[in-house]
């Protein structure tokens, strides 16, 4: 059906949109996608083309009546139902397309081009304003009859939103169902997961004094670290996910480790980096290192990883790895050395020789 765009509104619940978005008017919401999510590609598609039949909204009424409020399959042959939502009064909340809905908007009013000082946009021409006045939209009677279609779409399907923006749309879910009954409902077996590290986000809100940004737009990384026993291990969250508490999944003797991880994985603020180079030293490294003692607190000391790694096996095999190692390079050097009777191979030798005495001190031999 088409709708007239006065009556379509912006998802203040749209997970990607930023948490502090949540409540906004309808001016802020439009600013927030302007400045957000980069609309130019869109508007210059609508100038020339116009608004494309095929990319339908998906709504919701912004209020509907008390009385089409049952979860039955009946509504869509309700007449009173079909005439409400056909009203030319009817107004609806867009939950699916708001960055088109945006840029629709935007493209008809002069003031808000100007209150948002676009000055690169093609101005539309009459016939593709008339286009834009009124969208097609697919109309759902709540958003728990849109669950389904937004989780094959965005995130089992080909469209997915970023992992944050998912876990925030699960964590919306939970007031109003089970996780087993969220995960059936949007086809996703990793709801559990995106969850729990979404809890785990709120938990550093609140206990630690730096931004969680870094943690939200590097999401991924948590999802991949709560992935790992050692890991699951260190911060308290038990090896069964069935297991875990949703609400509370570290106690508070783990949040001092909750808090390491944290900055392993994504430092703090300018005074302390990542100690990670790349997503597989999560795996490679860092899960070895959690499973040592020794190695965490060198870790914790020093914020070098591959240091902390080769401490991970414990001292033994540390010094051990560094004396065959060292072993392979001389046995390299040895066989070209004679062709470099200089004086500085010479005092190089000299030095290797010192501690290779002091080597054997040590060792009492």
């Known amino acids: 059906m088409k709708v007239s765009i006065d009556n379509l509104h912006p998802d203040a619940l ?32 609508m ?12 709504a919701i009424p912004k209020d509907l009546p008390e009385k089409f409020k049952s979860n039955d399959n009946s509504l869509s042959t ?10 030319p009064q009817t107004h609806f909340v867009v939950v699916e397309g708001n960055r088109r809905l945006a840029t629709a908007k935007i493209l008809l009013s002069k003031k808000l081009r100007d209150e948002l000082r ?51 749309y699960i964590a919306s879910m939970i007031q109003n169902y089970t996780i087993n009954e969220i995960q059936q409902k949007i086809g996703d ?17 609140k206990e630690s004094e730096g931004s969680t940004n870094k943690a939200k737009d590097l999401f991924s990384y948590l999802l ?11 911060i308290g969250i038990p090896s069964n996910w069935s297991e875990v508490n949703m609400e509370s999944p570290v106690t508070q003797d783990k949040i001092k480790n909750l808090k390491n991880l944290f900055s392993f994985l994504f430092g703090e603020g300018k005074e302390k980096t990542s100690v990670l180079h790349e997503s597989r030293d999560i795996t490679n490294k860092l899960t070895a290192v959690l ?10 000391e020093t914020r070098d990883l591959d240091a902390a790694y080769e401490r991970s096996d414990g001292e033994e095999m540390l010094v051990l790895k560094k004396l065959r190692h060292a072993n392979r390079d001389l046995e390299v050097a040895l066989g070209v050395i004679h062709r470099q009777r200089t004086e500085q191979v010479i005092k190089a030798a000299e030095m290797l020789k010192d501690t290779l005495n002091q080597i054997f001190e040590n060792l009492g031999g």
């Open 14 to 45: 749209n997970p990607r949109l930023p948490e502090g978005s949540q409540g906004k008017s309808e001016s802020e919401l439009l600013k927030i996608l302007y400045r957000g999510f980069d609309l130019g590609e869109l508007a210059e598609s």
């Open 47 to 58: 100038t020339r083309n116009g608004y494309f039949e095929e990319e339908q909204l998906v």
């Open 78 to 87: 309700n007449p009173n139902y079909i005439s409400f939502i056909e009203n």
């Open 118 to 168: 676009i000055r690169e946009w093609p101005e539309p021409t009459k016939n593709v304003m008339d286009s834009l006045s009124q969208l097609p939209v697919i109309v759902y009677p709540n958003r728990e009859k849109v669950i389904p279609y937004l989780g094959v779409r965005h995130i089992t399907g080909v469209v997915k939103w970023e992992p944050y923006a998912k876990a925030r």
């Open 189 to 205: 077996k990793s709801s559990v997961r995106s969850y729990i590290c979404y809890r785990l986000v709120q938990i550093m809100e």
């Open 224 to 234: 991949l670290a709560v992935g790992q026993a050692p890991i699951k291990n260190y």
């Open 291 to 300: 499973l040592s003692s020794d190695a965490t607190e060198y870790l914790i």
